[in-house]
């Protein structure tokens, strides 16, 4: 019997959701649409988001997973530099970040223990450096990349990286600070997308979303082999006479 064929599949929804953006950097986006990359006043921004992996059985085995989100709105073509196609990296978040509600397209004064561009938790728990620092708050290497041109559904992985971030979430609930999604080409004016927020979606461009596959914990598999087994045994055993 093949563990794949045992295979289920489960889709969160973003728990919480939120942007840094450098042009307010005092302000929270926890309310309004997701921001990453850099603006075409060259104002740079970043996105966060979380999954709560708690519905996911404690001992399954992660076999695949993907990050998907909706690309909502791109840079004006005739203002500027217009929109710059570049590649958008998941980064696996180090340390917590408060989501906030500020609201508006560049969101508002944030609140005690909301994150912004300055703060991962407002006031005084700041980050490593003014939109969180590569290595010390989220992780150097990315987890996936995924090129984001025009409006659109956009899909990262399934990649070794992103099921190890599924399969340590699982073993350890508290290390679980969700994704920064960041665009590879922050020097380029242009490149800044608005994607889908739990706040702000719709039919069509639903907010951020994990998709995991996996196979249930061993013990349950053994049961489930075990009866099969039993079921094929008695279909087949002659009946005494």
């Not at 708690?54 to 998907?68: D, F, K, N, R, Y």
């Not at 180090?94 to 912004?116: K, P």
Request: proline share 5%; glycine share 12%; with cysteine.
């Amino acid at each position: 019997m093949a563990l794949k064929s045992w295979a289920a599949t489960l889709t969160l929804t973003a728990v919480a959701d939120t942007s840094l953006y450098e042009g307010k950097p005092d302000f929270n986006l926890g309310g309004t649409t997701l921001l990453a990359g850099t603006n075409q006043l060259n104002s740079v921004g970043r996105a966060l988001f979380r999954f709560d992996l708690g519905s996911l059985p404690a001992a399954a085995v992660v076999t695949s997973v993907q990050v998907l989100n909706y690309c909502t709105r791109q840079p004006d073509p005739d203002q500027h530099t217009g929109p710059v196609e570049s590649d958008f990296s998941l980064h696996r978040m180090l340390v917590s970040w408060g989501e906030g509600s500020g609201s508006g397209a560049t969101g508002s004064v944030a609140m005690v223990g909301d994150a912004t561009w300055n703060n991962r938790h407002t006031v005084g728990i700041s980050w490593g450096a003014g939109g969180s620092l590569n290595g010390t708050d989220f992780a150097s290497d990315s987890s996936a990349t995924t090129t984001v041109g025009n409006v659109g559904p956009y899909a990262w992985g399934s990649s070794t990286e992103l099921i190890n971030d599924a399969q340590g979430w699982l073993a350890d609930p508290s290390s679980n600070f969700g994704f920064m999604l960041m665009s590879q080409d922050e020097n380029s004016p242009g490149s800044g997308r608005r994607f889908a927020s739990k706040e702000v979606s719709s039919v069509g461009a639903p907010a951020a979303r994990l998709v995991i596959t996996y196979v249930p914990e061993p013990s349950v598999l053994g049961m489930i082999a075990v009866a099969t087994c039993a079921a094929g045994w008695i279909r087949r055993r002659p009946i005494c006479r």
